[in-house]
């Protein structure tokens, strides 16, 4: 890092305590740049949140002349967390999302580092299977269609829109960029980077959006509650399985804020194997840390044993690290990671840490995944066996069901969406649903229309579900309308990204954060470079011009 201050004072060379010199030309101008102790850095978790402090970290780092050392832990044997694949017939060319799916293309940080490394992306309408003439996207309430959007022919489809639901798209689609406008200043300066996610929510007007729920913000802003309950509902529960009585008012703008969807072809997860590779992070896979304790000297010990083992003997094979800053970027209250101030046990500071996050109620998520050679079924969807059944179904509520506040407020749909995939290499269907609860192999054989003693279906007797993948997520909290967000220093030098998931729970989201912190920490390091410095340098002219060590004496005085 270079420091001015020396070169105006132009006389002396000098390093911090734990600092080599090293005096070197730079435009023409003779500066001093003192070379830093190498910082250590852990960051836990190798999803969107940890990947992105560690892709960040390592550009500020550069950019400020700190060297820094990340070593990055993850407990999973793959990178990406919540977004990761699983291979179709167990056949690596068919990946298929089995977590985070989609982004749009004003995510930022998703969007410049999926080009950065080369990635492809998909436009989410095209990696529709186009077959034949079945419409795009229906929602269903349990008892019939309350909308169907047909294919391609979107000017009819908005038409229609209109004509059904009067102005309610468009003040929808105004008010959604109104307040995703408000979010997209996190990214910049004078805001970016934000030491207290409560404050800069606060200071965009984005707390009165988070203060209410999404029924209340839609009513507020005069949007018909028809729409609210048939269209924008249907997609809080696709995006989060919540109602808008549950979900608070910016998470379902961000709902609604799908223009440009993609993801990346093969998996989203390569941008995050990109950042962390791009970070020249050591990465520790398969590696659970059991425990992080700060130490006397104001470093960090991480604790960690291999993932297999941490059941197995909770107490042997413990590896100790110890580190400048940690970085803990996935929710705590999954974690297993005993969070200790060995100081508190001292007399002098009985000081716990500054802040401890708070476990939030997550939503479960039953993600099933299935291949058949039969479309949907449509009398499964109390629809003519002649009309094909749309790709995507979505379903929200019947009205006199009032189950809106309910976390597990599925309602008689059972499901909160079927979305045909594509087709695989076999010519196959591949399904996705969303649920609160288990799917079994009798609704999935329900819905593509095979019924093993029903001699009616032409293919009875072959095997109506070729492939099937069940996975249960802590996929996203229960997004209930608040003011205030978790802390994200949860001490010195210790810092925490999942706080924002209740404020919006996305990749990109987790991927701010990781960035925000990352600038936070670097900040942090110059500031305390440069203050260092200058105590070094006001210490030697004391002594220079004889004066002790006397407060009253030197410069500042
Ligand atoms: C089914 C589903 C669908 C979704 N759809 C979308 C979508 O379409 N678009 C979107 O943007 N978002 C979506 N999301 C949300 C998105 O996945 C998350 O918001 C985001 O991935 C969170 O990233 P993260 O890095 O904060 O947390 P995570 O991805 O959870 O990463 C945390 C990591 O920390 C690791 N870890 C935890 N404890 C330890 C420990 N003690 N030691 C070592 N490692 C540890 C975990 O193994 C994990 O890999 C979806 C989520 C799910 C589950
Ligand atoms: C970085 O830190 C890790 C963890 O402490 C250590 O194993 C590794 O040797 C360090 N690398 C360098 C280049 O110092
Ligand atoms: C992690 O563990 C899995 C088995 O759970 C193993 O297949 C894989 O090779 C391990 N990876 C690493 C990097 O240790
Ligand atoms: C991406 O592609 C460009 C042009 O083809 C190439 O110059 C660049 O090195 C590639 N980057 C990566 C990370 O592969
Ligand atoms: C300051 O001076 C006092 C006595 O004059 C001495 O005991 C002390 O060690 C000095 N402190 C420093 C930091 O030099």
Redesign the pocket.
Known sequence: MRLNIFAVAGLCSVGLAKASDDRNLRGGQDVLSVETETKRVAI???????SSAAYHLRQYAAKAGSNVNITV????PYIG???TTVNVYDDPNEPVEL?????VKINKILVDAAESFNLSTNSIRNARPRSENSDALGVWNGAHFVFIQSGSNSWWDIAKLLWKYGLAPIRTNNLMKRTVGKFLQMYEAPHFPWPSLSQVAFDLGLTAVTAATGKQYLKENNIDSRFAEEIVQASTRVNYAQNLPLIHGLETMVCMATDGAMSVEGGNWQIFSGMIGAASAGVRLN???VAVEKQRDGTYAVLSKLASAVEVSPTDNTAVEVFDSVII??PLQ????KIADIESADVESTSPLRHLPDAIPYVQ?H?TLFTSKHPLYPPAFNQPLDKPLPNTILTTLQPHEHLGTNPDGVGAAGFFSISTLRKTSKGEFLYKIFSPRPVHDSFLHRITGYTPDESTLENTGSPAITWAYRKV?H??PYEYPRVTFEELKLDENLWY??GI?SFI????T?ALMGKNIARLVVNEWVEKESQGSMELWERRQHRRMNCGNSTRCGMRN
């Open positions: 836990i978790g190798a999803g969107a949140g940890g832990y993850e407990r999973n967390g919540r977004s977590g985070a799916s989609i982004f590696t659970s840390v970027a996935g999954f974690s297993n990671i998520l993600v997520w996929s996203y990204t999942s998931e729970s996305t990749m990109e987790s």
